[in-house]
T-cell receptor
Framework: TQLLEQSPQFLSIQEGENLTVYCNSSSVFSSLQWYRQEPGEGPVLLVT?????EVKKLKRLTFQFGDARKDSSLHITAAQPGDTGLYLC????????????FGKGTHLIIQP | GAVVSQHPSWVICKSGTSVKIECRSL??????MFWYRQFPKQSLMLMATSNEGSKATYEQGVEKDKFLINHASLTLSTLTVTSAHPEDSSFYICSAREGGTRETQYFGPGTRLLVL
């Protein structure tokens, strides 16, 4: 199973600030996905990146896949309280396993 | 978008009893379904992969005789926690995929299990 390290684990910032969350691995991934999870609910897919160097934007969220496909980042511009949640990166487990390997997640709190 | 439901959304049971959790794909046929477990403040951990009509594939450390998985149709997979113990208390989440490995997994809303 390939491992994904996320940082920071916890982040609390003021509304309007910018932030970046990182997802790193020593392994190459064919694709990486970012999810957002609210307490007591299942994760909701935000984006899938598949090409090294790829950048995708979703309103104030910018996702980047590293050139070597070993890392990814999520940048949020002008964070709002509604962005509060658990952000998870995930990729194919590899090694014959068919499911997803998840990072430990970043707990993000945006204070008004 | 594709919708996956789970039932029940939460369940409380006594130690030693069995609990069945259902996962349904509502608007697509799921050739593969996955079961994950998430403990408080932690991430999702894959428990098993379930293909319709065949035996589930369990991840290392997951007891197949304790967590029985049945994928009897292309829209339904069930997870039965047998002889549940308090340490089995967790948030169980399923996901479903319509096609091959490049297809998106859609997650259910999760089932909160509390074993007393």
């Amino acid at each position: 199973t390939q491992l994904l390290e996320q940082s920071p684990q916890f982040l609390s910032i003021q509304e309007g600030e910018n932030l970046t969350v990182y997802c790193n691995s020593s392994s190459v991934f064919s694709s990486l996905q970012w999810y957002r999870q609210e307490p007591g609910e299942g994760p909701v897919l935000l984006v899938t990146v598949v090409t090294g160097g790829e950048v995708k934007k979703l309103k104030r969220l910018t996702f980047q896949f590293g050139d070597a496909r070993k890392d990814s980042s999520l940048h949020i511009t002008a964070a709002q309280p509604g962005d509060t949640g658990l952000y998870l990166c995930a990729g194919p487990s590899g090694g014959g396993a068919d499911g997803l390997t998840f990072g430990k997640g970043t707990h993000l709190i945006i204070q008004p | 978008g594709a919708v996956v439901s789970q039932h029940p959304s939460w369940v409380i049971c006594k130690s030693g009893t069995s609990v069945k959790i259902e996962c349904r794909s509502l608007d697509f046929q799921a050739t593969t379904m996955f079961w994950y477990r998430q403990f408080p403040k932690q991430s999702l951990m894959l428990m098993a992969t379930s293909n319709e009509g065949s035996k589930a594939t369990y991840e290392q450390g997951v007891e197949k005789d304790k967590f029985l998985i049945n994928h009897a149709s292309l829209t339904l997979s069930t997870l039965t926690v047998t002889s549940a113990h308090p340490e089995d208390s967790s948030f169980y989440i399923c996901s479903a995929r319509e096609g091959g490995t490049r297809e998106t997994q859609y997650f259910g809303p999760g089932t909160r299990l509390l074993v007393l």
